[in-house]
């Protein structure tokens, strides 16, 4: 059974830092893009960045230049390092990877549980 696990979340001041971590548990044959998203309270869940599996990234127009998305294959694991955070970053985030449990398997995604970043003005 994959499940994805997600920390680093927390109450921070605009401005500081945050970093996100969210690793794969079980048995895992191939991660391919991963990604994380956000979802602030009546609104709909959007993509914050992406990272393939060559490492090409992707971001939100709202976050480039102070978050950087980056993995490590070995861990089958995903961060987020968040900077000059805002307010408008409280959000609930989630990380998705789109990956292969077994080599016969065909692709599936997978989310985590979600963790509250909330950043105080």
């Known amino acids: 059974q994959v499940q994805l696990v997600e920390s680093g979340g927390g109450l921070v001041q605009a401005g500081g830092s945050l970093r996100l971590s969210c690793a794969a548990s079980?048995?895992?044959?191939?991660?391919?893009?991963m990604g994380w998203y956000r979802q602030a309270p009546g609104k709909q869940r959007e993509l914050v960045a992406t990272i393939t599996l060559g490492g090409s990234t992707t971001y939100a127009d709202s976050v480039k230049g102070r978050f950087t998305i980056s993995r490590d294959n070995a861990k089958n694991a995903v961060y987020l390092q968040m900077n000059s955070l805002k307010s408008e970053d409280t959000a609930v985030y989630y990380c998705k990877f789109r990956l292969r449990v077994r080599w016969v398997d065909s692709e599936s995604d997978y989310w985590g549980q979600g963790t509250q970043v909330t950043v105080s003005s």
């Open positions: 079980g048995t895992v044959f191939r991660i391919y893009a």
